[in-house]
């Protein structure tokens, strides 16, 4: 291969945009560090919970949602403490999908449920 063959080569790659509608998916940290997470996927009430998922009330919808939670859901407050073992009924949530996006087919999966635990504190609307 030539030497402008290569150079040639490598502004190409150098100044190739990333894909129209490519996003990183940023998960918000328990330690409540200075990242800026992603938007979350879903806020909304805890309906109901059972083994291994909850029913979710988005805040514009009137039909629960089930998501899934997995061994690898980090669960936890606003204010970073763990929750894993107190998800009930009423309390608000934001959740955040693995990847960030909502999937195509079958039930979501969190990667991250934070939780506004006491009513008088608004959950974060994003």
Known sequence: MSPTLVATLMVTIAITPTPVGASQCVLPPADGSDVIPSPATLVGTIQSTQAGHLWVLPRSDEKAQRVDLVKS??????????????????????????????????????????????????????
Request: net charge negative; aromatic share 10%; proline share 9%.
């Open 73 to 126: 859901t980090d669960i936890f407050t606003v204010y970073g403490s763990g929750f894993e073992d107190r998800l009930r009924s009423g309390l608000k949530v934001r959740i955040w999908f693995v990847d960030c996006v909502i999937p195509k087919h079958g039930v979501p999966v969190a990667a991250v449920v934070e939780v506004c635990p006491i009513a008088t504190d608004p959950c974060p609307t994003e």
